[in-house]
């Protein structure tokens, strides 16, 4: 079978996610994936009242495909895999822009590498409007910072990857949060540098599936208390280059496709 795109886009993906927290989004944004959220729903025996959304940048869905293996830590506190295609540009402000408006470019704004601040709607703002209480865990400079900034939740930067778990460990503990949103890059910088199945590329993808493992098994300890949606969701993925390195941005297959997980607490 030829190579294709995978059939859903990311901006369902606000819309699954305020589904599965029991928020109405406005009309502008696109829908849940309706049997998703139902499914989510029905184990968590209604709708969460907390949520960890992991976002391990450019990891690709043939990275899931060739080194499965490598994302046992995911598999542990997930029950479910959704294929979704990127945006075009498949790049981190565009994908994750039409991740947090549930928008296509063109109607957020962000079509190419920039990175303002976004003025439309976005699932923060839904969720501030709500009276929940909203941190972002991200590395510096992440695009995060940059669009998502100049509203009333938190913001925490941390230098790599390793303190980005560490703070949302924290965070999670406190247990003052409702929806903490995570971004972390080493895979990307790896595949950058080395090539998106380098040696490098794949202990960063390790790496982060771990971050999310060890994140999960802190949610876990208020089980009793709360109900948690757990997601982790790439934005992009990276194809090779000649000269040994890796690049995205394209509308290659490695570029476009990619796969969420999804778990309940």
């Known amino acids: 079978m030829a190579d294709h795109y995978n059939l859903y ?15 109405e989004l ?18 968590l025996g209604g709708c969460a009242d907390r949520a960890i959304l992991y976002h391990a940048d450019a990891v690709g869905h043939h990275i899931w495909q060739k ?5 046992a830590p995911v598999y542990q506190h997930t029950t479910m895999s959704v294929p979704f295609l990127s945006t075009v540009e498949s790049v981190t402000p565009v994908a994750h822009a039409t991740m947090y408006t549930g928008l296509e470019p063109e109607g957020h704004g962000i079509q190419t590498y920039i990175r303002p601040q976004l003025e439309c709607d976005t699932l923060y ?23 998502f900034k100049g509203r009333a939740l938190d913001y925490f930067e941390c230098a790599n990857a390793v303190e980005v778990q560490e703070k949302s460990l924290e965070l999670i503990e406190s247990d003052k949060y409702d929806v903490i949103s995570i971004h972390t890059f080493d895979y990307d910088n790896a595949a950058h540098a ?15 599936a771990e971050g999310f493992h060890r994140l999960a098994e802190a949610a876990g300890k208020f ?13 992009h993925g990276q194809h090779p280059v000649p000269g040994g390195t890796g690049a995205h941005g394209s509308k290659m297959i490695e570029d476009m496709n990619i796969v969420h997980f999804f778990g309940t607490i």
Do not use: M
């Open 223 to 235: 089980r009793d208390q709360h109900k948690y949606l757990l997601t982790y969701s790439p934005d």
């Open 67 to 71: 080194y499965t293996g490598l994302f």
């Open 9 to 23: 886009s990311l901006k369902h993906f606000a819309g699954i996610v305020a589904d599965c927290i029991g928020l």
């Open 194 to 208: 080395f090539g998106p199945e380098s040696k490098q590329a794949l202990n960063a993808v390790s790496l982060e």
């Open 125 to 147: 703002d839904v969720l501030i409007r709500e009276g929940k209480k909203v941190a972002i865990v991200a590395q510096a400079d992440s695009t995060f910072l940059h669009i």
């Open 26 to 43: 406005p009309e502008s944004y696109a829908p849940s994936i309706g049997w998703v959220s139902a499914l989510l729903k029905e184990r």
